[in-house]
């Protein structure tokens, strides 16, 4: 973080000056936003979902009428059969409350068991819980990010409260099976609950809820191109959860406080838009991610790809490491020159550890230091990608250029 | 401090340099070497730069730092602390101070190299200074840290309290 | 709730038709926005807050631009001279994370004392915190809802982790007096911290951090007619709290996920427009407020006032009882006139038990039932309050006749 | 159910009814009174009406019920159940199922205070049902939190687990 001074940003922002193009690849960390699901933020701010759903009165049920239509809508996406829909904040909420809920809702079983390579959000609240007498196991993955399935079913016992494994991994991309997944929890012992964190697949990947043997999933508005302020929890029927944060009594117990109605009306309107192009959309991305990567791996000397290629890598998913370009130094560069990409690197976490999930699919620590994660959307256009990736080009030369020599 | 990434000044490396040190490795995520030319006789610093492997801030702590040792005698520039190199950038914030110290390290590892074959000025402590302390803690623990990567057995790993 | 099912609500709202004046009154459980505040949200969208604030580009520098600009408005608006501003999605969530947090970080205080009128949102997480070993203490108001000073002093020692007394009260509009309540507790021990929920307060009386002795305080973003999805925590210099939602590292380390920065751009705005127009904004609200509480304590019989009169009452706050008058038949009898309160009936709460704040002031079950609560603000023109009051007028007569006779 | 809401059906006392009863009570936020004019002869429900204190839900299931019963035998009105109620309204959410209940409550009461000063005939059990005992049950719940209420000591209460 150069400059996390006031004074400074400014400056900061001012010296970027007007670059030829902008791309905004760093949807990882925040999305872009489509037009339409802004307008309808909009007219729910200004005509129809301005009231709380839970109180009889016209603006009341305006909401109460936004929101039960996003919720169907959610549901249908995911072709689920049953069940319901909360409504949280963020992603990072919807998985608070799926970790947290459910241990403080089935205290009697203990083991929480995750993947080595789970988003933070998932991660943390699971060590939190150990400092409350769960224990919790990490399952290692081979070095695309995918699941040990042997490892997996060792775990799995009645002592066993949940297996929480992400459907498509943030960093990596990798595109987990599932299905697999899921016959080896229940074939060992069916009451064990699996959650997974969607946040990533939701319109990246075919989610088949109605086949597909998974209990709670975690959705996150911001990662559609949908309003910020907005998470989502889907809650098979059955499952029982406790709520985290209390409060009055809104129309959802498990999330108090008033909804925010107008976000809310922006994912739904996303969800839309992703289903209606659903196919048109996979195909897009991952023409653009393909051009991508192969350009970096054609055209930069000692670039690495971190995860797994083709289809068992999420359509939008680009991350790769360069040797003797360390990666914060590449964002800023990359600004510099109008494409927005973030970083893995040690710098942005407050130790000298880079991601998690690099170390955990065993890139040494030098390559996981030079890495840089981009995702494509279907936002993006052919020359968008080919102006990055000649950005691209030159701030790695720029950056290695200044490193101390013999280090590639 | 971004004018400092975009056109460091001092980068580069110094062909007949009298002394020259690293401090960082690339599995730390933050390296700078430090090359200097000294006066032999008046143990001034004719010219001094650096190479940089870490992100903006530490290109340009290293950047800053040469400058502000450019011209001083080498008992002046062990005197230079993180802290002055902090406030000549504005103020670094608190989760960029240990590229100020890193920077530091180097310089003072580098400044060491130049006595290394001559005589120790008294002002030049034996023991290491807690800039340079802490860039071989990082060294050292990443070390650790990658051996014990290596090692990573193919055992899910039990967290308990 | 009248028909809580989608295929009701559709026709629900249809049978509204075109009411002559829309007035919407219910700004305690969703605000109206400003204008400028929306379009500060859109900007932030379209331009310069869609970044992530920690990732080092140029939407991300921008976005942190924009969130200490916000904090710095909140800081000089509550007069703070020193201190932190975490932003929440809600004043819920702060609440939530005032009382919990505060208990994770001080777990050997073990008595939370808050006052027998307080929101949910602070009543609820101290009772939670009871199932964990602490001790609750619910301190008495008098009929207008001011906090019993001698039993609250009773209560101070050095057991006592916190205070929470709201600086306005939801419901009834108490302006609880700060000063003399944290003199109270630093007299008595100068370590128990005082938190104030300040939701209500943040735009209706002036709050001066500077002077008043209170270390932690929760603000609301669509109290002060900004967006949703933002709420805010003032944490005083020296005071610590914990995290209660776990996950990656944002900028903010007590509430992680990635900020709401369009959200808290709007409620910058918001703050600056009532700090602009303050001596203004009260003037008008408390104008609208004497002759809606005028008209009907003139107009309709047996109708009564909950809560303090004059100075003592918060600027917006209008809540009244009728006898005999079923406050949520009441709220549809007036949404059918556009006229939009909420009522603190039962049927809203799943219980039989009317608001328990109307109770702490000891109203009889009969008089809280018929209760409805309403709020002015600087959006409202006395022609709207006018519409309101002779619908309200009506609305009540008709009530009234549906219920047997003699009830009255 | 607005519509009923709006223009009930049925409403207002039967000024020389022969039965009438009323369930709930004005401190539990819901009170509804049915009005029954009966044929002495075919014991058929000539007119039905009803007051209600209570939500828009209350009102418009005190309507429908009134319109359901009208013609009805009391036998057959008798076994109208919440249920039955709850469907004619298109399914009332569950937090107002105790609206049907209630009214429900009320017009059993009103047909037992009918068969008061006359034989009771067999489909009239002598136990009360549910939907009765639920109205005993709300109103009896009221009368002691009143009690309590208006016995709140001033002291602080103290709530532990
Ligand atoms: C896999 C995954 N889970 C959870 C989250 C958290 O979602 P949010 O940013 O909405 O809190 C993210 C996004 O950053 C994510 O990528
Ligand atoms: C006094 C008080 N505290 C807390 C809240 C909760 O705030 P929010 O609606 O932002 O969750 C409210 C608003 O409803 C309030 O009035």
Redesign the pocket.
């Known amino acids: 973080m150069i400059g996390n001074l006031s004074s400074n940003l400014r400056a900061l922002i001012e010296a970027h000056g007007r670059p030829e193009r902008e791309v905004y690849l760093d949807l990882e960390n925040s999305g872009l936003i489509f037009e339409e699901a802004l307008n309808e933020l909009l007219k729910s701010y200004r005509e129809s979902g301005y009231g709380h759903p839970s109180i009889t009165h016209k603006p009341g049920w305006s909401s109460l009428e936004l929101l039960l239509e996003a919720k169907e809508n959610l549901l249908s996406f995911i072709k689920a059969r049953d069940g319901e829909v909360v409504f949280t904040h963020s992603g990072t909420e919807a998985n608070n409350l799926a970790i947290m809920g459910l241990a403080k809702a089935t205290p009697n079983r203990r083991k929480i068991i995750i993947s080595s390579i789970e988003h933070l959000s998932v991660k943390f609240p699971a060590e939190r819980l150990q400092e409350l007498g769960f224990r919790v196991m990490e399952i290692p993955v081979d070095d695309e990010g995918f699941v040990n399935l042997d490892y997996l079913s060792d775990q799995i016992d009645e002592e066993a409260l949940m297996v929480s494994v992400a459907a498509i991994n943030h960093e990596i991309g990798t595109v987990q099976d599932l299905r697999a997944i899921a016959d080896v929890v229940r074939d060992k012992d069916p009451e064990t609950i699996i959650h997974t964190d969607a946040c990533d697949a939701l319109g990246r990947t075919p989610l088949d809820f109605g086949k597909l043997e998974i209990d709670i999933a975690s959705f996150s508005g911001h990662k559609i191109h949908a309003p910020k302020g907005v998470g989502a929890l889907y809650v098979r029927d059955g499952i029982k959860l406790e709520p985290i944060i209390h ?2 009594l809104s129309s959802q117990s498990l999330w108090p ?2 909804e925010n109605i107008p976000s809310i009306a922006g994912f739904s309107k996303a969800i839309e838009i992703f289903r209606e192009n659903f196919d048109n959309y996979r195909e897009k991305m991952k023409n653009l991610r393909d051009i991508l990567i192969g350009g970096i791996l054609s055209q930069i000397d000692d670039a690495f790809l971190n995860g797994p290629r083709g289809d068992r890598r999420a359509v939008d998913n680009v991350n790769v490491s360069f040797l003797g370009c360390e990666g914060e130094a590449l964002t800023v560069e990359l600004s510099l020159r109008g494409v927005y990409v973030s970083s893995g690197s040690a710098c942005t976490s407050r130790t000298l550890e880079p991601s998690h999930v690099l170390l955990a699919i065993k890139r040494p620590y030098e390559i996981a230091h030079g890495s840089i994660l981009m995702k494509t959307s279907p936002l993006h256009g052919e020359k968008d990608i080919e102006y990055a990736l000649g950005q691209l080009v030159k701030a790695v030369e720029r950056v290695r250029s200044i490193a101390p020599k013999g280090v590639v | 401090m971004l004018e400092l990434f975009r056109n460091p000044k001092n980068l580069g490396k110094i062909k007949d340099a009298d002394a020259s040190a690293t401090a960082g490795s690339l599995a730390c995520g933050d390296m700078i070497t430090i090359y200097l030319k000294v006066d032999e006789k008046t143990e001034k610093i004719i010219e001094a730069s650096f190479e940089s492997y870490g992100c903006a801030a530490n290109i340009a702590a290293s950047s800053i730092l040469t400058e502000l040792i450019k011209e001083k005698y080498l008992q002046e520039a062990w005197k230079i602390s993180w802290k002055q190199v902090s406030d000549e950038l504005g103020g670094l914030p608190s989760i960029k101070l240990h590229c100020g110290i890193l920077a530091v390290g180097a310089l003072r590892r580098a400044i060491r190299a130049y006595y290394k074959n001559r005589e120790r000025p008294e002002w030049l402590p034996e023991e290491l200074t807690p800039e340079e302390r802490q860039a071989l803690e990082e060294e050292e623990l990443m070390n650790i840290l990658g051996k014990k990567m290596r090692a990573v057995s193919t055992k899910p790993s039990e967290k308990e309290v």
Chains 1, 3 share one sequence.
Do not use: N
């Open positions: 409060g009055q406080g008033v």
